[in-house]
């Protein structure tokens, strides 16, 4: 489950975290607000947004993982700017040290990609890549090898928050690239708008996740969410674990 941090006050978060975990989530990713979320579409550029004027996101964003990880497996995504800014190997601390499992940089830059891997190493984290769907060959095996964790195989090329159709046969080419490439595990998202498509998907990967369609709930009406992601996990048992992020 994807959970933009900061969307509410700590103890209505807490309490969403709560009854998302009991709902059949099995693990969170926890997104770092972002003022310029290029990859996200306006559902969640929107809630970064709000997260944003509520107070010191990092600080809120450690509060959060903190909790999420005591109820199930947390890791955090982020742009690269928020750790350029508070400093690679800053900010990977912290998330270690908060609880987190891993940090996904979802633009990392190639040039700091070492730099990013390392921090994050000597941290205890994985640094799980997200993979372009555009790439291919030698500019594919390096993202692979860099990776730690998983690879994050996107379901669409489009921008977070998509509703269209998915190209299954097209993911399930990439995912089988991905696969010759790496051994670790793959992870698909992005695009994933119903529960009828992560069962269509979840064959093809080790976990899917789901997030637009949980932070629209969040941000409309929060009181249906806990059904939303049963709804998710009830589709995907048995075949895959539930994350977050759509």
Not at 100 to 125: C, F, I, S
Request: proline letters at 9%; charged letters at 15%; glycine letters at 8%.
């Amino acid at each position: 489950m994807f959970v933009p941090a900061g969307l509410h006050p700590p103890h209505v978060e807490r309490l969403h975290l709560d009854q998302m975990a009991r709902a059949g989530t099995s693990l969170f990713e926890i997104g770092l607000a972002h003022d310029d979320a290029v990859l996200d579409g306006p559902i969640i550029q929107a809630a970064y947004h709000r997260a944003l004027r509520r107070e010191n996101a990092l600080a809120h964003t450690l509060r959060t993982v903190e909790h999420a990880a005591g109820l199930r497996p947390t890791v955090v995504m982020t742009y690269w700017e928020p750790a350029r800014r508070h400093g690679p190997e800053h900010l990977a601390r912290l998330f270690a040290d908060a609880g987190a499992a891993g940090v996904m940089v979802v633009d990392l830059p190639n040039h700091q990609a070492e730099r990013w891997q390392a921090a994050a190493k000597d941290a205890g984290l994985h640094a799980p890549c997200l993979v372009p769907r555009h790439s291919t060959g030698t500019d594919l095996a390096r993202l692979a090898a860099g990776a730690s964790g998983w690879l994050y195989a996107p379901a669409s090329t489009a921008a977070t928050g998509y509703r269209g159709p998915l190209d299954i046969p097209a993911l399930a080419d990439f995912t089988g690239h991905l696969r010759a490439a790496s051994t670790l595990p793959v992870v698909s998202g992005v695009g994933i708008s119903t529960p009828a498509l992560a069962a269509r998907v979840a064959p093809l990967v080790d976990a899917v996740v789901i997030g637009t369609p949980i932070v629209h709930a969040l941000v409309t009406d929060p009181e249906q969410a806990p059904a939303l992601t049963a709804a998710f996990a009830q589709a995907l048992t048995p075949n895959t674990p539930t994350e977050t992020r759509a």
